[in-house]
């Protein structure tokens, strides 16, 4: 048997993973069956039952969604302690880079709980209303993210299956750090243009969402997250290391850094799914949803903060920049 | 969201109806005391283990012929040392010896007390011995679980060896050990290198294996690799290595352990799931009352939400309460020896408190994923139960 299924939290992970599937089965069933049949002018005990039947959808997904919601940073905790299993690696870095399903498990995860946010909020907005407005929307979602977390359980158990604890892998810096001179960031950037950039998209995003411009900061929410993934990288999280050279997405969860990773990850993500998820929402369902748009920002203002507050106190600890 | 008169409802039907909730939460807190009692000292075990090899060498150089050890000439000593990027080469004279073929057996570590390096380890573990006069006689220091192991054999101040070429070799216990690490060193006798070598059989000019550092950790990998060019019988292991053994070994364990543990989560399942079927249909009247004052099938969804959530936390802190006085005041008896082993001196380990992120969020997902799982259709039941039907 392969020893990093023996693991603990790999076992603990896959096992709560395969009990939520069971449910989503479950769900799944149900909510095709009420798209078939679901007639709200109809008063038949058929219709009775489904709307019944809608409680327990609504019952496991929220269920779901509670545990997927935490154990996304467990998966991310899970990976970081195989590192001592998985010759060579040093952080997850290494280890969701043993073989090839790792990193799109991980973006299949982001998505995931990107998607599964936005239908809990089209649920809660469905509930308010008393006729069920967004019902064929809610659940014809459900079955796309039930598609996804299929996806999903397979590149779980074919990658956690499928990691060689004798075959060496790449450490964070020979991924990241390492190009041998060549420039790892987009367009062509130099670092201080891209922090520039990552300031002034920071402050039009913020405009752009107290001034309503629903549509422009929807795009302007996805570059933000696109220019801070290489800002975190290759700048702010140089900072946390107190290191130049160490350049890694992932050392930054562990203990030497105080989990640090979660605040900012969780943050960033956090703030990002959730303006983007307001945005979608209010435009497919056309209702007000300008608080959790303030709650995106505020989330998003907080990472912004934790990465400024990061480099300005090694500033001030050693008298010098990096 | 919660206001006052839910959160009386709340703990109303939490408190009030104590008995009924006593079952499940004496379940749990069973079940949770069971599973954080492993993974406590497992992950106690572990960090004593990690640390103590924190302070061991980086690498290790040994010699196979075979499949097996042989001992490797200190001529090899000079060809490590030229590899740029080495630093603190040292020879290790040591190996085991059975008091009888299929007996205990003693760690010999010999020890040579002209060595820097090596005199500079030793002081820092016997700190007050007295080298000179250690040295001047047949001397060795032993651990306190062999020293015990002697004293009840009569031999309470020296003890003869049976060297490998067949004479017997007369040892004085000089000193004990100080019982600082005993998870590593509770079978281990330390001796001046000369007699470590006649008792092991390990010719002048060889020794059991050479350890050494590497300073700089981007550099570890490469100097593995130049190290195991040297020679064709050369065999080098790293710390990381020896550290992804222990870490196996824990995890087959614990694998084996959460893999019966999960037949007992199935069965505990399926109780709960007996158990609130028929505690809410009893309730069913209760539902049908509130449904019929005005509450909604959400309402009702809620309040049984939050009572689910107090249980869960009630019984884990409880159950997590009560392993951690079992494991760290109790220091675990009975369940220890599952992974301590109890073969040769089976070491007197005070488990030193761990209580990590990891173990905690573990227990908790194991416990509460399947919890609510099985109470999560009971529960939808009764709330969406007719209150027509449910007052009948």
């Known amino acids: 048997m392969n020893p990093i299924l023996l693991n603990t939290q790999v076992q603990i992970y896959l096992f709560g993973e395969s009990i939520l599937y069971i449910f989503m089965i479950m769900a799944f069933i149900i909510s095709l069956h009420i798209l078939l049949k679901w007639d709200f002018d109809s008063f038949s005990d058929e219709q009775y039952r489904l709307e019944r039947r809608s409680y327990l959808v609504i019952t496991i997904l929220l269920f779901v969604f509670a545990v997927k919601f935490m154990l996304l940073p467990y998966f991310v905790f899970t990976i970081d302690s195989l590192n001592t299993l998985v010759p060579g690696a040093m952080c997850a870095a290494g280890v969701i880079s043993a073989n090839s399903y790792g990193l799109e498990l991980l973006f299949v995860k982001l998505f995931v709980v990107f998607i599964l946010s936005w239908w809990l909020m089209i649920n809660y907005y469905d509930l308010q209303a008393k006729n069920y407005p967004f019902f064929k929307i809610k659940y014809g979602l459900y079955i796309a993210v039930f598609v996804l977390i299929t996806l999903e359980l397979w590149l779980d158990f074919a990658y956690f299956g499928n990691i060689d604890i004798h075959q060496p892998v790449s450490c964070c810096s020979a991924l990241f750090g390492q190009l041998e001179g060549a420039n790892p960031l987009p367009f062509g950037l130099d670092t201080k243009t891209m922090l520039i950039l990552f300031y002034s998209i920071f402050v039009t995003l913020a ?43 992932f050392c930054m969860f562990q203990k030497e850094y105080h989990y640090i990773g979660y605040l900012i990850w969780g943050s960033l993500f956090g703030g990002v799914f959730l303006t983007a998820d307001s945005i979608l929402c209010k435009k497919v369902l056309n209702v007000d949803t300008s608080k959790s748009k303030i709650y995106g920002l505020l989330l998003i203002t907080v990472f912004v903060f934790t990465v400024s507050a990061v480099v300005l106190i090694y500033r001030f600890q050693n008298g010098t920049w990096l | 969201m919660l206001n006052r008169v839910k959160l009386h409802f709340l703990a109303l039907s939490v408190f009030g109806e104590s008995s009924r909730h006593l079952a499940t939460v004496l379940l749990s807190v069973l079940v949770i005391f069971i599973l954080s009692s492993v993974l406590f000292i ?33 001529s090899w000593e000079k060809d490590i040392v030229n590899i740029r990027g080495i630093d603190s080469v040292s020879p290790r004279v040591w ?39 250690f040295l001047n006689a047949h001397n060795m220091l032993v651990s306190a679980k062999v020293k015990s192991w002697m004293k009840k054999r009569f031999y309470t101040d020296s003890y003869s060896f049976l060297s490998a070429d067949g004479e017997f070799i007369k040892m004085n216990i000089y000193a004990t050990l100080p019982k600082n690490s005993d998870l590593l060193s509770n079978d281990v006798i330390i001796m001046p290198i000369d007699d470590a070598r006649k008792i092991l059989g390990i010719k002048e000019g060889y020794v059991t294996d050479f350890v050494l550092n590497v300073p700089n950790d981007a550099q570890k990998v490469f100097i593995e690799d130049k190290l195991s060019s040297l020679h064709f019988d050369i065999r080098v292991v790293s710390k990381k290595e020896s550290l992804a053994a222990y870490d196996e070994s824990f995890n087959f364990r614990n ?29 069913k009247r209760q539902i049908g009352i509130y449904r019929a004052l005005g509450w909604s099938i959400k309402d009702i969804l809620t309040l049984k ?16 309460g009560l392993a951690y006085i079992f494991v760290y005041i109790a220091n675990a008896p009975v369940l220890r020896d599952i992974f301590l082993g109890s073969g040769n001196f089976s070491p007197d380990v005070v488990l030193i408190p761990v209580i990590d992120f990891s173990a905690l969020s573990s227990i908790f997902l194991l416990y509460a994923i399947p919890f609510v799982a099985s109470v999560l259709i009971p529960v939808w039941k009764i709330a969406v139960s007719d209150p027509k039907e449910a007052m009948l």
Request: proline letters at 2%; glycine letters at 6%; hydrophobic letters at 45%.
């Open chain 2, 42 to 74: 497992s992950s106690s075990i572990k960090y004593t283990v990690t640390t103590a090899l924190e302070n061991e060498a980086d690498m290790t150089v040994q010699r196979v012929r075979g499949g097996m050890l042989a001992q490797v000439p200190l």
């Open chain 1, 207 to 249: 405009i752009l969402i107290l001034t309503k411009q629903d549509i422009t900061a929807l795009i302007f929410s996805g570059l933000f997250l696109y220019i801070s993934y290489y800002s975190v990288v290759y700048f702010f999280g140089t900072y946390v290391y107190e290191l130049p050279t160490h350049k890694c997405p």
């Open chain 2, 255 to 283: 694998g084996f352990f959460l893999t019966l543990f999960m037949i007992l989560l199935a069965t505990f399942s399926l109780i709960l799931y007996q158990r609130y079927t028929q505690s809410y249909s009893t309730q």
């Open chain 2, 305 to 320: 939400f939050y009572e689910i959530v107090v249980i869960i936390l009630g019984s884990y802190v409880t159950g997590v």
């Open chain 2, 95 to 133: 190996g085991r010896y059975f008091t009888k073929p299929k007996g205990k057996s003693f760690l010999i570590i010999g020890v040579d007390f002209l060595d820097s390096n090596a005199n500079k380890a030793l002081s820092k573990i016997v700190g007050s011995t007295d080298l000179k006069k």
